[in-house]
């Protein structure tokens, strides 16, 4: 498991394509089953170590089951689309989302996600096992773009979204608008 893209400024675009652009519902983290193996990520946390160690998202549901390849996105609130209707959104992950990618809003204190500050962020197991820990610096993130891996579906160094796509960020594709 790969976190492989965040947006902590979304400058209030609509990203998760519920009509309603919000710089805190629009947040999102993007992570990719980049392991051979069908991961279920029910009872996994996602936690900010920049603020004391603070719950994120506890994943649980139905849809915490990820296959080789598939992705989830995670959003900091809303009742975001990115399937079947996308709210006449101009993006084109709005409503043309593949079955592989999954949705989900935060269940826990929510993102606030500091641009200007940076982060530091775990995602963890149910067992307690680390599967991915990312850290960005002061003003990485401060753009209104998202920051992503290159290349992506690894273990790779964080980029501005923007130079290396025309989109500012892509939740549940890669930059390119492509499916993974």
């Not at 989830?72 to 809303?78: A, D, I, S, T």
């Not at 773009?145 to 980029?159: A, D, L």
């Amino acid at each position: 498991m790969v976190i492989n893209e965040i947006l902590a400024d979304p400058d209030f675009a609509d990203v998760n394509c519920d009509g309603d652009g919000s710089n805190a519902t629009d947040e999102f983290i993007e992570i990719v089953n980049i392991s051979g193996l069908a991961v279920n990520l029910a009872g996994a946390e996602l936690r900010n170590n920049r603020v004391g160690n603070r719950l994120m998202h506890v994943f649980g549901g139905d849809d915490t089951l990820l296959q080789p390849g598939d992705v989830m996105v995670l959003f900091g609130g809303g009742q975001p689309r990115l399937h079947g209707n996308g709210n006449g959104s101009p993006f084109p992950w709005c409503g043309g989302a593949s079955d592989s990618v999954k949705v989900a809003t935060a269940n826990g204190d929510g993102f606030n996600l500091s641009e200007t500050l940076g982060e530091e962020m775990t995602l963890k197991a149910a067992d307690g096992k680390v599967l991915d820990y990312v850290h960005f610096g002061l003003g990485e993130a401060d753009n209104s773009n998202s920051i992503v891996r290159e290349p992506e579906g690894g273990y790779n160094p964080f980029v501005d979204h923007e130079s290396i796509s025309e989109f500012r960020f892509s939740p549940g594709t890669r930059a390119d608008g492509t499916s993974f």
